[in-house]
């Protein structure tokens, strides 16, 4: 059987172009499609980053504001800790004198009275007045069983008065077995504080 094509050529190569027209057209569709579900996904996650920055930042913002916390207290901590060395430093200074002022007042007999007590770098120094050599005896005799107290010996004895009565004036000199720290300038007390309290 003989087929006659009644369509021209023209008809046909509409025909062609429509169907790649669509073809075309089809492909733009799916490559839309598929940039916009792309586009889509990506804003997603660059939504999702954008959102673990924000984040990171207010962790890495609390972790600052943190690190300046901590080392804001271990300053307050050393300088709460220089402190007590400090106060340390005047109590262990304040117990040897106090000791020494103990053994002195202990060590003192009824009739012997000081008039000076004076330590610097040479020692110990008691000055005063008794009623006679045995009893100036019998006080370094007492001080220098004093556990505070070592290289007791009686610099001047000598007979003088005191309004009008004979009495012996002597000097002692004595070294303390356990020195008082040192105190530095910021550790001693400030004179002028204790005269407005």
């Known amino acids: 059987m003989i087929k006659i094509n009644l369509m021209g050529e023209s008809a046909k190569s509409r025909l062609r172009?429509?169907?790649?027209?669509?073809?075309?057209?089809?492909?733009?569709?799916?490559?839309?499609?598929?940039?916009?579900?792309?586009?889509?996904?990506?804003s997603g996650h660059i939504a999702e980053l954008a959102q673990k920055q924000d984040g990171a930042?207010?962790?890495?913002?609390?972790?600052r504001t943190l690190a300046n916390q901590v080392r804001t207290m271990?300053?307050?901590?050393q300088q709460s800790a220089e402190k007590l060395a400090v106060l340390?430093?005047?109590?262990?200074a304040k117990r040897a004198?106090?000791?020494?002022?103990?053994?002195?007042?202990t060590s003192i007999p009824e009739q012997?009275?000081?008039?000076?007590?004076?330590?610097?770098?040479?020692?110990?120094?008691?000055?005063g007045m008794a009623r006679d050599g045995e009893t100036i005896s019998n006080f370094a005799r007492a001080l220098a069983k004093s556990?505070?107290?070592?290289?007791?010996?009686?610099?001047?004895?000598?007979?003088?008065t005191h309004e009008g009565l004979k009495l012996q004036e002597?000097?002692?000199?004595?070294?303390?077995?356990?020195?008082?720290?040192?105190?530095?300038?910021s550790e001693k007390p400030n004179s002028k504080a204790k005269e407005s309290k």
């Open 17 to 42: 172009a429509q169907r790649e027209v669509r073809l075309v057209v089809y492909a733009v569709l799916a490559i839309l499609g598929i940039t916009t579900a792309a586009r889509l996904g990506i």
């Open 97 to 105: 004198t106090l000791g020494v002022l103990d053994s002195v007042a």
């Open 57 to 63: 930042s207010y962790e890495v913002a609390f972790l």
């Open 147 to 160: 556990p505070e107290l070592s290289g007791v010996k009686i610099e001047v004895a000598k007979q003088g």
């Open 74 to 77: 271990a300053k307050q901590n």
């Open 88 to 92: 340390e430093n005047l109590l262990k």
């Open 170 to 185: 002597f000097s002692i000199r004595a070294q303390r077995v356990n020195r008082a720290p040192i105190l530095s300038k």
């Open 112 to 127: 012997a009275w000081l008039t000076e007590f004076r330590e610097g770098d040479e020692g110990i120094k008691l000055s």
